[in-house]
């Protein structure tokens, strides 16, 4: 309920618009309708890789690889971070890297605590959605190194294809831009489309990362707009 409260929401679910964040403009909080329609999405039509076996060919691979020697991150020498949640989830969620009050876990600290309000908003909890960022570790500048971030984008989309989730929530800049070419303003307020090698599709939201909604809370209504979006996208 703090989180609800938080994004001024009166109500989980509703036929008609609600004053959500009374001190916002109206048009902030009116109800979406999402597009169902996923032929105009904005994602890339083909995200194999350019050469077969360049990573890891299962998701159970691909995780044991993700925070092993062979890792991008591991000449670093510092403690990689697994993605968590069962890898067969129909919501996965793409952050960029772990938090600085917390290098040891994914979106732990005050970032964390947010989180983990946002999912209970939905339903939802960690046990039942697979937690995953673009970085093992977290860099010594917060934020990813721009000589990685193609191959870290690269591995992403990857990751993404064998898990072939339902639904996917895209964090942040980083991970949108890996996902959807595109920053989260950019982004954000439609449903979008992850097509995969097997001609099935993920359907795919960016949000705000919790760390932006902690520097700017009036955010957290259009958070809670993209979470609706997220949870409504697909029966």
């Not at 890339?44 to 998701?59: R, V």
């Not at 919501?91 to 989180?115: N, T, V």
């Not at 309000?117 to 570790?137: E, P």
């Not at 989260?184 to 909604?213: C, I, T, Y």
């Amino acid at each position: 309920m703090e989180w609800w409260r938080d994004a001024g929401v009166d109500v989980l679910v509703g036929d008609e618009p609600f004053d959500w964040l009374s001190p916002e403009p109206a048009e902030l909080v009116t109800a979406l309708a999402p597009e169902r329609d996923l032929s105009g999405a904005t994602a890339p039509a083909d995200h194999s890789l350019p050469a077969a076996g360049t990573l890891p060919a299962t998701i159970a691979e691909l995780l044991e690889w993700r925070i092993g020697p062979a890792a991008p991150e591991a000449s670093w020498n510092i403690s990689l971070v697994p993605a968590t949640g069962p890898a067969g989830a129909d919501l996965m969620i793409l952050i960029d890297c772990p938090e600085r009050d917390s290098c040891d876990s994914l979106l732990g600290g005050a970032a964390g605590r947010l989180f983990d309000r946002m999912l209970a908003a939905i339903g939802r909890s960690r046990a039942d959605v697979h937690l995953a960022s673009m970085c093992a570790a977290r860099p010594s500048a917060g934020r990813l190194p721009r000589e990685m971030e193609s191959r870290l984008a690269e591995i992403a989309r990857h990751h993404v294809t064998l898990a072939a989730p339902k639904r996917l929530l895209v964090m942040g800049d980083a991970a949108s831009r890996a996902i959807l070419s595109a920053n989260v303003l950019q982004a954000r307020g439609r449903l979008h489309a992850f097509n995969h090698k097997n001609d099935s599709q993920s359907e795919v939201v960016a949000s705000f990362h919790p760390r932006m909604l902690l520097e700017r809370p009036v955010l957290k209504a259009e958070a809670w707009r993209d979470l609706q979006m997220l949870m409504g996208g697909s029966k």
